[in-house]
């Protein structure tokens, strides 16, 4: 089995940081693409950052500028710094991961619990 945990979930004013992070355990033979999401209540989940093995990220243009996604690929772990946080980045962000498991060939998505962010104005 494969195990996502985010932490670093918090409420701050406009204009604050915050740093996600996300540790993956498990039975991992290697993991690919990492990605943080985000839902906030009566939107669908939208992909804000990504990361792939090799370290080429990609980010939702909202987030552009403020937000930085990095990883740790002995540690199997991945962050998202967020800076100039604004009110409408208020929502859970749940970390994701395209993961290979020990025995096999082919890679399955996980997912984390999800993790609250409250930006106050």
């Known amino acids: 089995q494969v195990q996502l945990v985010e932490s670093g979930g918090h409420s701050v004013q406009a204009g604050g940081s915050l740093r996600l992070s996300c540790a993956a355990s498990?039975?991992?033979?290697?993991?690919?693409?990492m990605r943080w999401y985000r839902q906030a209540p009566g939107n669908q989940r939208e992909l804000v950052a990504a990361?792939?093995?090799?370290?080429?990220?990609s980010y939702t243009d909202s987030v552009k500028g403020r937000f930085a996604i990095s990883r740790d690929n002995a540690k199997n772990t991945v962050h998202l710094q967020m800076n100039s946080l604004k009110p409408e980045d208020t929502a859970v962000y749940y970390c994701?991961?395209?993961?290979?498991?020990?025995?096999?060939?082919?890679?399955?998505?996980?997912w984390g619990q999800g993790t609250q962010v409250t930006v106050s104005s």
């Open positions: 990361i792939a093995k090799g370290g080429s990220t």
């Open positions: 994701n991961a395209e993961v290979r498991r020990y025995f096999t060939t082919w890679y399955d998505d996980y």
């Open positions: 498990g039975s991992i033979f290697d993991i690919n693409s």
